[in-house]
């Protein structure tokens, strides 16, 4: 079953089970995946789901922000719930070592010497750790890693 096939099924138990917030977060992630359908005019497997729901992730991380720095406590619940629910769908997150290793070896792969050579890291390693990495504490670490 795909993982848009799993979100569906999920929204349909919410609905019967009268989950109002969880039948939220499933209708917004389904809209969006659709969304990205008929804007592309495709049907999205599950790697181009995975990428809907990190975009979604990381829109609610920086709302989070945000609304912490204003004091909305009650939009900041809000928004560390969506998070909550949205990381579910995710691939069980990677260990500093897995990713200390992913790293080396990247680094290793394309020859990287200096910070210059970031962008050739990235790109190897973007489709290794989608989805189970926060990307922008990734690049942080290939910077320090090359820099």
């Known amino acids: 079953m795909s993982l848009r096939d799993q979100i569906t099924e999920a929204m349909k138990s919410a609905l019967r089970a009268g989950d109002k ?27 181009q789901v995975l990428a809907v729901l990190e975009k979604m992730l ?8 945000q609304f912490q720095a204003a004091q909305r406590a009650d939009l900041a619940a809000q928004e560390r719930y969506e998070i909550t629910q949205l990381e579910t769908w995710l691939p069980a997150p990677l260990s500093e070592s897995e990713l200390d290793a992913l790293l080396a070896a990247a680094v290793a792969e394309t020859g990287a010497g200096s910070a210059r050579d970031m962008g050739k890291v990235m ?25």
């Not at 990381?58 to 922000?65: E, F």
């Not at 790109?123 to 820099?147: E, H, I, N």
């Open 21 to 47: 917030p969880r039948l939220g977060v499933l209708r917004l992630t389904l809209a969006a995946i659709k969304q990205r359908e008929v804007d592309e005019r495709i049907v999205l497997d599950d790697a």
């Open 58 to 65: 990381k829109q609610r991380r920086d709302s989070l922000a």
């Open 123 to 147: 790109a190897a390693l973007k489709p290794k750790v989608a989805g189970r990495t926060d990307m922008t504490a990734l690049s942080a670490r290939v910077k320090a890693r090359l820099g």
